[in-house]
């Protein structure tokens, strides 16, 4: 299914059939495509670049496609790893957590902190920690590979 060039998100880089290789939801996803370009919101003189997951309801281009600037596609990125670095240690806690001391990692990004927790708040969090980290050690060979082909280019490009 051909990505809209003609809206406000301008697409430079694309996946089209991004359907067919969406993890869980591989061949029966509404996630037709992934482009990387030219951000919706931009104002003169000043451009972003986002990416968007493209949603087709099977009529037409669903409203709920969505659009990320690049940074937060890598912060997103970053917070799957550094939960599944926290996940591998976790079992030393009774609850897969300690509720005394919440804190995953600080790492320093743009002078500032991202400062990955556990959500103590979420009243379920007990059972959600578990569903959570059961479900990334069942999906962790679609995980892995999505792991190794990232290290693969951060390591082309000289990361």
Same mark, same amino acid.
């Given at each position: 299914m051909k990505i809209p060039t003609n809206l406000k998100h301008k697409p430079v880089f694309l996946v089209e059939d991004y359907d067919k290789i969406?993890?869980?939801?591989?061949?029966?996803?509404?996630?037709?495509?992934?482009? +990387?370009? /030219? *951000?919706?919101?931009?104002?003169?003189?000043?451009?972003?670049?986002?990416?968007?997951?493209?949603?087709?309801?099977?009529?037409?281009?669903?409203?709920?496609?969505?659009?990320?600037?690049?940074?937060?596609? +890598?912060? /997103? *990125?970053?917070?799957v790893a550094q939960s599944s670095i926290y996940l591998q240690d976790a079992y030393r806690y009774e609850k897969f957590y300690d509720p005394e001391n919440p804190s995953v990692e600080i790492l320093g990004l743009q002078g500032g902190r991202m400062e990955v927790q556990v959500d103590t708040e979420n009243p379920k969090i007990d059972e959600d920690i578990i569903l959570f980290n059961d479900t990334?050690?069942?999906?962790?060979?679609?995980?892995?590979?999505?792991?190794r082909t990232l290290k693969r280019l951060l390591d082309e490009l000289g990361y």
């Open positions: 969406d993890g869980h939801n591989a061949w029966d996803s509404d996630a037709k495509g992934l482009t +990387l370009g /030219l *951000a919706q919101w931009n104002d003169r003189g000043r451009v972003d670049i986002s990416g968007k997951v493209w949603r087709h309801t099977g009529e037409k281009w669903s409203r709920q496609s969505e659009e990320l600037p690049i940074t937060r596609i +890598l912060d /997103l *990125a970053i917070l990334m050690n069942k999906d962790g060979d679609l995980i892995a590979q999505r792991y």
